[in-house]
């Protein structure tokens, strides 16, 4: 069966997603999990666009920030149905990225790294300016996601829907990076010149990749919004985009099982170093260096082939 | 009418003027190659004609519509696919990968269709993986399908770059120094396979520096010289005209 050879990761993830609530002993590991899927798609969209496009964005927690708000405030204070305040948030984020990346993309290297970082500053700074609407930097509540009079609260509920999201990125996304439109991504981060020749636009495909990742990180911050119930401008400072980038590298650029062992273990790791008391950043630190020291490549790309002989992107 | 037609091309970066008047012919189906010696501008005329720089002044036509000033994305979409001197492989990708990507403007493009993998795509996606296949071998390169180009040898990227050209099906083909380092036995390979792609009705333009390969293989040669036409014509004609032997030995006027 080919769908089995082609998804066979995605089947044990379902699996493992599937028996997970059988282990999990109460809700604060349930929250764990959750705050991981959430990660796992954002980096998931921001590694489309770093690892496989190999374009760099130090402010997609912006566009995290933008949905986050757009959820927040539009059904507060205007009375918007939540999911149409999702969907506004993830179009004001896309349109941002559609407007911004023409002129950013002309830029390479340091200059799109620091493009980008000012994009996501003037975000935070917006955000915590404009008090009477988002509450400043005490943050505001966010009313609960309700489908069809079922609202969705609580732990449990949200640890299906992110299941199934989180299935659902992951096909999507490797399908994307098996396709024409994946293939021209990549080959333009291998030799702009030579995709050129072949008739990929390149500014296009940038464009596209920066706008799509944008979109998804608006409505991941959208359902943050909703899950957590409140939103503070924390969710769209430098750190937490920094926090976003860090999981891609650990993980593995180009990989996208990488972004899913990224996020997963840069969201464990603070809770599972807490028994350092004070010391836990600087053992964070010291083996974020060891990773990078040992596993430049990233987690996922490295064992691959170290175990598996043959490396290949989404494996 | 020519398939290829330059008329009287120039670019000057700063002070130097690197291609200076230059015009020329390329009919259907032939072999047309450029020589010169080092610096004469070669691969900067290859660069204006594939769109990689835009000319001062001059004309370009393919099939009589004139190209000079388009992006190479576009000239891509009118036929024209190019091998570079210095490799251009993606070493991100495998070989068949990297063949694929040639193909790019057959192919349905569509992001939101991609992502939910339409059968379409899907199906199309599979007689691409063919027919790269196909082309690989055509180049001698069938057991090399699986690899990724980055561990590849560098004898196998430059016959994997000509691949990938093919992939676009390409009216006509440019070559940069296909044979640069490599060694007879290799040189000889590619020699064949240009006649090859020639007889499939590719029009192929070279620039080489293997003497040997250039007055084996090209139906017309075009000599060029501080960036100017010093002649043109076929093997024999410019074997024996004595600017050639010039230019290429230096004369003792």
Same mark, same amino acid.
């Given at each position: 069966?080919?769908?089995?050879?082609?998804?066979?990761?995605?089947?044990?993830?379902?699996?493992?997603?599937?028996?997970?609530?059988?282990?999990?002993?109460?809700?604060?590991?349930?929250?764990?999990?959750?705050?991981?899927?959430?990660?796992?798609?954002?980096?998931?969209? $921001?590694? &489309?666009? *770093?690892?496989? %496009?190999?374009? +760099?964005?130090?402010?997609? #927690?912006?566009?995290? !920030?933008?949905?986050?708000?757009?959820?927040?405030?539009?059904?507060?204070?205007?009375?918007?149905?939540?999911?149409?305040?999702?969907?506004?948030?993830?179009?004001?984020?896309?349109?941002?990225?559609?407007?911004?990346?023409?002129?950013?993309?002309?830029?390479?290297?340091?200059?799109?790294?620091?493009?980008? $970082?000012? &994009?996501? *500053?003037?975000? %935070?700074?917006? +955000?915590?300016?404009?008090? #009477?609407?988002?509450? !400043?930097?005490?943050?505001?509540?966010?009313?609960?996601?309700?489908?069809?009079?079922?609202?969705?609260?609580?732990?449990?509920?949200?640890?299906?829907?992110?299941?199934?999201?989180?299935?659902?990125?992951?096909?999507?996304?490797?399908?994307?990076?098996?396709?024409?439109?994946?293939?021209?991504?990549?080959? $333009?981060?291998?030799?702009?010149?030579?995709?050129?020749?072949?008739?990929?636009?390149?500014?296009?495909?940038?464009?596209?990749?920066?706008?799509?990742?944008?979109?998804?990180?608006?409505?991941?911050?959208?359902?943050?919004?909703?899950?957590?119930?409140?939103?503070?401008?924390?969710?769209?400072?430098?750190?937490?985009?920094?926090?976003?980038?860090?999981?891609?590298?650990?993980?593995?650029?180009?990989?996208?099982?990488?972004?899913?062992?990224?996020?997963?273990?840069?969201?464990?790791?603070?809770?599972?170093?807490?028994?350092?008391?004070?010391?836990?950043?600087?053992?964070?630190?010291?083996?974020?260096?060891?990773?990078?020291?040992?596993?430049?490549?990233?987690?996922?790309?490295?064992?691959?082939?170290?175990?598996?002989?043959?490396?290949?992107?989404?494996? | 009418?020519?398939?290829?037609?330059?008329?009287?091309?120039?670019?000057?970066?700063?002070?130097?003027?690197?291609?200076?008047?230059?015009?020329?012919?390329?009919?259907?189906?032939?072999?047309?190659?450029?020589?010169?010696?080092?610096?004469?501008?070669?691969?900067?005329?290859?660069?204006?004609?594939?769109?990689?720089?835009?000319?001062?002044?001059?004309?370009?036509?393919?099939?009589?519509?004139?190209?000079?000033?388009?992006?190479?994305?576009?000239?891509?979409?009118?036929?024209?696919?190019?091998?570079?001197?210095?490799?251009?492989?993606?070493?991100?990708?495998?070989?068949?990968?990297?063949?694929?990507?040639?193909?790019?403007?057959?192919?349905?493009?569509?992001?939101?269709?991609?992502?939910?993998?339409?059968?379409?795509?899907?199906?199309?996606?599979?007689?691409?993986?063919?027919?790269?296949?196909?082309?690989?071998?055509?180049?001698?390169?069938?057991?090399?399908?699986?690899?990724?180009?980055?561990?590849?040898?560098?004898?196998?990227?430059?016959?994997?770059?000509?691949?990938?050209?093919?992939?676009?099906?390409?009216?006509?083909?440019?070559?940069?120094?296909?044979?640069?380092?490599?060694?007879?036995?290799?040189?000889?390979?590619?020699?064949?396979?240009?006649?090859?792609?020639?007889?499939?009705?590719?029009?192929?333009?070279?620039?080489?520096?293997?003497?040997?390969?250039?007055?084996?293989?090209?139906?017309?040669?075009?000599?060029?010289?501080?960036?100017?036409?010093?002649?043109?014509?076929?093997?024999?004609?410019?074997?024996?005209?004595?600017?050639?032997?010039?230019?290429?030995?230096?004369?003792?006027?």
């Amino acid at each position: 069966m080919s769908i089995l050879r082609r998804h066979h990761v995605l089947i044990i993830l379902a699996a493992v997603l599937l028996l997970l609530p059988l282990v999990l002993p109460n809700n604060y590991y349930y929250d764990i999990v959750i705050r991981m899927a959430i990660n796992a798609i954002l980096v998931l969209g $921001l590694n &489309l666009l *770093i690892g496989f %496009a190999g374009q +760099i964005s130090l402010g997609h #927690a912006g566009f995290v !920030g933008i949905g986050a708000y757009a959820s927040a405030i539009l059904p507060t204070h205007f009375g918007w149905h939540p999911l149409l305040a999702m969907a506004a948030g993830a179009t004001i984020a896309s349109a941002i990225a559609a407007i911004v990346a023409r002129p950013i993309f002309r830029l390479k290297g340091h200059y799109l790294a620091m493009a980008t $970082l000012g &994009l996501g *500053i003037i975000t %935070a700074i917006v +955000i915590k300016n404009e008090a #009477a609407y988002t509450g !400043g930097p005490d943050g505001m509540p966010v009313v609960a996601l309700a489908l069809m009079g079922f609202e969705i609260s609580g732990e449990k509920k949200w640890y299906w829907v992110l299941a199934v999201v989180l299935l659902f990125s992951f096909w999507a996304a490797r399908n994307l990076i098996d396709s024409p439109f994946g293939r021209a991504l990549r080959a $333009l981060h291998g030799s702009e010149v030579a995709s050129q020749v072949m008739g990929v636009d390149v500014v296009r495909y940038k464009v596209a990749i920066f706008v799509l990742s944008a979109f998804f990180a608006s409505l991941m911050g959208s359902v943050t919004a909703h899950y957590i119930g409140f939103v503070t401008p924390n969710i769209a400072d430098f750190f937490h985009s920094i926090e976003l980038v860090t999981m891609v590298v650990i993980g593995g650029m180009a990989s996208i099982y990488g972004s899913l062992i990224g996020a997963i273990l840069l969201t464990a790791l603070p809770q599972a170093l807490s028994t350092f008391e004070g010391w836990e950043t600087v053992v964070f630190g010291a083996i974020l260096m060891f990773c990078m020291i040992f596993m430049p490549r990233g987690l996922v790309p490295t064992l691959a082939q170290r175990f598996g002989g043959r490396e290949s992107e989404g494996d | 009418m020519a398939l290829l037609e330059v008329d009287n091309l120039s670019i000057a970066f700063g002070g130097v003027t690197a291609v200076q008047h230059v015009s020329f012919a390329v009919e259907r189906g032939l072999v047309y190659s450029v020589i010169g010696p080092n610096g004469a501008g070669k691969t900067t005329l290859f660069n204006l004609i594939t769109g990689v720089y835009t000319p001062n002044e001059g004309e370009i036509r393919l099939a009589g519509e004139s190209i000079a000033g388009m992006a190479p994305h576009e000239l891509a979409l009118k036929g024209m696919a190019r091998t570079f001197q210095n490799l251009q492989i993606c070493m991100n990708m495998t070989a068949l990968e990297n063949v694929m990507v040639g193909a790019h403007l057959q192919l349905d493009r569509n992001l939101v269709k991609a992502m939910l993998r339409f059968p379409g795509i899907a199906r199309r996606d599979r007689e691409l993986k063919d027919t790269a296949r196909e082309l690989m071998a055509f180049v001698g390169l069938e057991s090399y399908w699986n690899l990724g180009a980055s561990s590849m040898p560098y004898g196998a990227l430059k016959r994997l770059e000509i691949a990938r050209a093919l992939a676009a099906k390409p009216r006509i083909l440019f070559l940069d120094e296909p044979a640069a380092g490599l060694n007879a036995r290799e040189t000889a390979e590619i020699d064949e396979l240009v006649r090859k792609v020639a007889d499939n009705d590719v029009t192929v333009v070279l620039v080489e520096h293997d003497m040997k390969m250039v007055m084996n293989i090209s139906d017309r040669i075009l000599v060029l010289d501080y960036g100017k036409k010093l002649t043109e014509g076929t093997a024999r004609e410019v074997r024996e005209n004595p600017d050639v032997i010039a230019a290429y030995l230096g004369s003792n006027v």
